[in-house]
């Protein structure tokens, strides 16, 4: 089992930046791949961006050049860069560790005003 808890969230200006991270509770050199999910009001969640154990990312289309996932194995933590915000990426943001089961942190909310 795996606890994450989310920090960074906050409110932006259109096309500013911010970085969120996520702390795990144990190694994550061992975690199959660890993500970050966001779900607006209304909407369902989806995949913002992925890193597995072996480095390799993935990324939503919506965010797709203006995010970056990264890892820092010997801090057991995740960063998201968001940079050139949109409104429309105003969400709560979910850290994602995926090995048997998906383990979820509370979320932290992300606002981006136009």
């Known amino acids: 089992q795996v606890q994450l808890v989310e920090s960074g969230g906050g409110l932006v200006q259109a096309g500013g930046s911010l970085r969120l991270s996520c702390a795990a509770s144990k190694n994550i050199f061992s975690i199959n791949a660890m993500g970050w999910y966001r779900q607006a009001p209304g909407k369902q969640r989806e995949l913002v961006a992925l890193?597995?154990?072996?480095?390799?990312?993935n990324y939503g289309d919506a965010v797709k050049g203006r995010f970056t996932i990264s890892r820092d194995d010997a801090k057991n933590t995740v960063y998201l860069q968001m940079n050139s915000l949109k409104p429309e990426d105003t969400a709560v943001y979910y850290c994602?560790?995926?090995?048997?089961?998906?383990?979820w942190g509370q979320g932290t909310q992300v606002t981006v005003s136009s």
């Open positions: 994602n560790a995926r090995e048997v089961l998906n383990f």
């Open positions: 890193i597995t154990s072996g480095g390799s990312t």
